[in-house]
């Protein structure tokens, strides 16, 4: 069996060329930002404006080292390799000061051959990384593409490094260097596994047929099944999701393509939708006498999961189909979840995506801005059964085709999708964001660009990428971009087949009515401010007004501000402070989205899906996240829980303010739902003025008007117009699943009466139990405690009866041992009638 001997650890690292000859230590995995934050050589770059500062660090070379020790055995090995999981990214790489290799490309993994720069005892690799900034300054100084995204570092697009690093309208102008992840010397000595591709093949309910290709490798050679004369054999062992075997066979090494059938299989269902059931694939690798040379496991969802454009009669659908099933998409787009990538950890992303799941997400995409995550990343998806729509990493530039950028983007493109394909969530490959549309509708940006670039878009995303992952997986939906319709600049943002951007709503200041008819929106959005704690994370008191510097630092889009308040104006009187204002508009950012996502999933059938821009923060900043920088839930994912239940209800107005309304019961399971709704008209004090109800049944997988109301006789006058709402709620049997509500004036125009907020708190075992009431209608009651952060079971909700509503805090979201009465002391109630002066 080889051996692996892990460089990870500690390194020394300097300045190169500096005038001073001072080393620092840093960890690998990790970041030179990281690492100069470590050795306190800067302020953390989130701090107010420190990130211009420490940019400009980034514009410097630097250089890390470390030694390690050589065994004479080690150097008897058949061959020697360095493994390198993640560079980022211009790098010449030494050992014992040769050179070994030179890398240009964050997103690939590199494996170079070593043994014959090694030595018994002590040895020493060093390896230096040239500024990124310098690289693109310099390109954009010497090439003819003018675009760059908003906020963006011009040149960014020549450098194989994810381009979000260099700015985007949500995100800082950091682009950090170093060795991010696993760095390793593999020492080789017998056959070892070099890539295992499994396909599934679902006959039908009772069987599913796994198609096993093995490739093994020798040193000094490439795949054949022999080492020096002696056979090898491959161990397949199986195990079902509880652990049992399967099935344990023993191939021979004549055998590189094989298969096993798994019979009567637990299926793998997108959350919402079923269980996700994980089996285990182990693959041992074993010579003629059963000693293991070296080993493969991954786990696997049995599932289908493709993309349907079929005609229908609207156009052509785009809806992603699991076993079959056509799903309506629900979720959001995914960023990166940090600059400095050492604060990315296991623990913080796979709680995000259990926020995901809280919210009733069974979709992520993964934007193609930023760069691949991490392992753990995708298992978590795996387990909670969050789909992921994987763009290639591509987004809103324009990119030159040469061998060089040929080769990296090709290879990087084959290594992602071996490391990917087997795993259960994986729906579609994207080829990029947004380039089609920009070509075809030819941006502004993108005028007056040589047409070779425009002829290189197409030789990228629709001949040599889809052939790159073609090679490595040719089961999975490719699509060339987002949004597209299927490619060739054929109207790529066409709302009747593929998938759709729609950003008049925000970008052009339209109203929320403005929402049309798509097949799939993959991508909208509407921005608000970070709760003030986060707000208080990165300023000094004198700084917290939106239109200080550094709160303008924290906003990168230079026109957010002014949108925000104007679409507060449309809708809300002025708040009274900064708090208030992020209040308000997170409650702004919440409307707009929910009137979306609710009158697409009306539409059920004609359109399919809601990815909504953007699921989090890669730093603490005013932007389109529903969970900020600190996993601070925003109004809006509390606001997606609901909106995003599988059962649930929804409103749909003749028009905004109407008092002709529709009311919508949504079964987005694939069982029939029994249930029960009513409609009540109430004033302010909660008194019923009219009421209805209705009960049936909903077919698994539907949308069905159940109701319709016409309130005119009571809102032809005004004052009475002002202060009465409908309570629109849904039961299964006794329990209230679902309540929506809707007013008939703007929020500005209605009468809230000064809410007295009676609070009570009690607990069981593993939870607080939170109640709150009060003697008139209040309207998107938000809680908070001063000195904690939890999750509540809801937030930003109504209050519409006497019985006020009552929430839940699971006790291990606490870091200390807190009491009922500690609970009611620290927690914070505020509605929309506290948020102005009276």
């Known amino acids: 069996m080889g051996k692996t001997q892990s460089l990870n650890g500690v390194w020394e690292w300097q300045q190169e060329g500096a005038a001073h000859d001072a080393i620092y230590t840093g960890e690998v995995p990790g970041t030179l930002i990281s690492d100069m934050l470590r050795n306190k050589l800067i302020e953390d770059p989130y701090w107010r404006c420190n990130?211009?500062?420490?940019?400009?660090?980034?514009?410097?070379?630097y250089l890390y080292g470390r030694s390690f020790p050589v065994s004479r055995e080690d150097l008897e090995c058949s061959?020697?390799?360095?493994?390198?999981?993640?560079?980022?990214?211009?790098?010449?790489?030494?050992?014992?000061?040769?050179?070994v290799a030179e890398t240009r490309d964050m997103h690939r993994t590199y494996r170079f051959p070593i043994k014959e720069y090694l030595q018994e005892g002590k040895n020493r690799i060093e390896i230096l990384f040239r500024s990124p900034l310098n690289f693109v300054r310099k390109e954009d100084e010497e090439n003819d593409i003018l675009y760059a995204s908003t906020g963006c570092i011009r040149g960014?697009?020549?450098?194989?490094?994810?381009?979000?690093?260099?700015?985007?309208?949500?995100?800082?102008?950091?682009?950090?260097?170093?060795?991010?992840?696993?760095?390793?010397?593999?020492?080789?000595?017998?056959?070892?596994?070099?890539?295992?591709?499994?396909?599934?093949?679902?006959?039908?309910?009772?069987?599913v047929r796994l198609k096993i290709e093995i490739k093994v490798k020798q040193p000094f050679s490439c795949g054949e099944s022999r080492v020096g004369g002696q056979s090898w054999f491959a161990e397949v062992e199986i195990t079902d999701p509880e652990g049992k075997p399967v099935c344990k066979t023993v191939r021979s090494s004549g055998e590189l393509q094989f298969e096993e059938i798994i019979k009567e299989p637990e299926l793998w269902w997108p959350n919402g939708l079923g269980e996700q059931p994980l089996y285990k694939v182990s693959i041992r690798l074993l010579d003629e006498a059963g000693t293991s040379l070296d080993t493969y496991e991954c786990r696997m969802g049995l599932r289908t999961v493709t993309v349907s454009t079929d005609k229908n009669e609207y156009g052509n659908e785009f809806a992603i189909t699991v076993n079959g099933i056509r799903i309506f998409t629900m979720g959001a787009n995914y960023i990166p979840e940090d600059n400095i990538l050492t604060r990315v950890t296991k623990e913080r992303t796979e709680r995000l995506i259990e926020d995901c799941a809280a919210a009733n997400f069974n979709c992520l995409r993964v934007w193609g801005g930023g760069y691949y995550p991490d392992d753990y990343f995708y298992d978590k998806c795996d387990e909670e059964g969050i789909l992921v729509w994987q763009d290639l990493m591509f987004g809103c530039n324009v990119y030159a085709l040469n061998d060089n950028f040929e080769e990296?983007?090709?290879?990087?493109?084959?290594?992602?999708?071996?490391?990917?394909?087997?795993?259960?969530?994986?729906?579609?490959?994207?080829?990029?964001?947004?380039?089609?549309?920009g070509w075809a509708d030819e941006w502004a940006r993108l005028k007056g660009h040589h047409p070779r670039y425009k002829a290189d878009y197409t030789k990228i995303f629709e001949y040599i990428l889809p052939r790159a992952i073609r090679a490595c997986d040719d089961i999975t939906f490719y699509w060339p971009s987002s949004p597209s319709s299927g490619g060739a600049f054929d109207n790529p943002n066409g709302i009747n087949r593929g998938d759709q951007h729609y950003w008049e709503v925000w970008h052009s200041g339209k109203p929320f009515t403005e929402y049309g008819d798509f097949s799939f929106c993959s991508e909208y959005g509407f921005q608000s401010f970070p709760h003030s704690k986060t707000i208080a994370s990165f300023t000094l008191l004198k700084d917290r007004n939106i239109f200080s510097k550094v709160m303008e630092s924290h906003q990168k889009n230079p026109a957010a501000n002014g949108k925000i308040l104007n679409y507060i104006a449309d809708y809300f009187l002025y708040p009274k402070d900064t708090d208030s204002l992020a209040y308000i508009s997170q409650i702004l950012q919440l409307k707009a989205i929910e009137y979306g996502v609710e009158h697409w999933r009306r539409k059920r059938g004609q359109c399919m899906g809601s990815l909504y821009w953007q699921l989090n923060d890669c730093w603490p900043v005013a932007s389109w996240a529903s969970i900020d920088y600190y996993g601070r839930w925003k109004a809006l994912h509390y606001g997606a829980r609901r909106f995003y239940a599988p059962f649930t209800i929804s409103i749909g107005e003749e028009k905004e303010l109407s008092p002709h309304i529709s009311y919508y019961v949504h079964n987005d399971t694939r069982e029939e739902e029994r249930c029960r709704t009513e409609i009540q008209l109430k004033d302010h004090e909660f008194r019923v003025l009219w009421e209805k109800a209705w009960e049936g049944g909903l077919p698994a997988l539907s949308v069905k008007k159940c109701m319709e109301a016409d309130f005119s006789s009571w809102t032809d006058d005004e004052a009475a117009r002002s202060s009465v709402f409908s309570v629109f709620r849904l039961y299964r049997g006794e329990e209230l699943v679902a309540e929506r509500t809707v007013l008939f004036v703007k929020p500005k125009h209605f009468d809230y009466k000064a809410p007295a907020y009676d609070v009570s708190v009690s607990e069981s075992d593993h939870s607080f139990h939170i109640t709150v009431k009060a003697a008139c209608f209040c309207q998107y009651v938000e809680l908070y405690f001063k000195d904690f952060d939890v999750i509540f079971s809801d937030n930003f909700f109504d209050i519409t009866s006497p019985e006020g509503i009552t929430v839940h805090v699971?006790?291990?979201?606490?870091?200390?041992?807190?009491?009922?009465?500690?609970?009611?002391?620290?927690?914070?109630?505020?509605?929309v009638a506290d948020s102005y002066k009276s």
């Open 51 to 61: 990130e211009y500062e420490v940019r400009e660090l980034m514009g410097m070379d």
């Open 79 to 99: 061959g020697a390799e360095l493994v390198c999981a993640g560079l980022d990214t211009i790098a010449s790489i030494c050992i014992n000061g040769c050179l």
């Open 156 to 207: 960014n697009a020549a450098l194989r490094k994810a381009h979000y690093m260099f700015g985007w309208d949500w995100g800082p102008q950091l682009p950090d260097m170093g060795i991010f992840r696993d760095i390793a010397i593999e020492y080789i000595n017998t056959a070892k596994i070099e890539d295992v591709h499994i396909r599934q093949e679902h006959e039908d309910r009772d069987n």
């Open 408 to 437: 990296d983007i090709v290879e990087e493109t084959k290594d992602n999708v071996r490391r990917l394909r087997h795993h259960a969530c994986l729906a579609l490959w994207c080829g990029n964001n947004e380039m089609e549309w």
């Open 810 to 831: 699971n006790k291990k979201d606490f870091e200390c041992h807190m009491t009922p009465e500690l609970i009611k002391e620290n927690l914070v109630v505020r509605s």
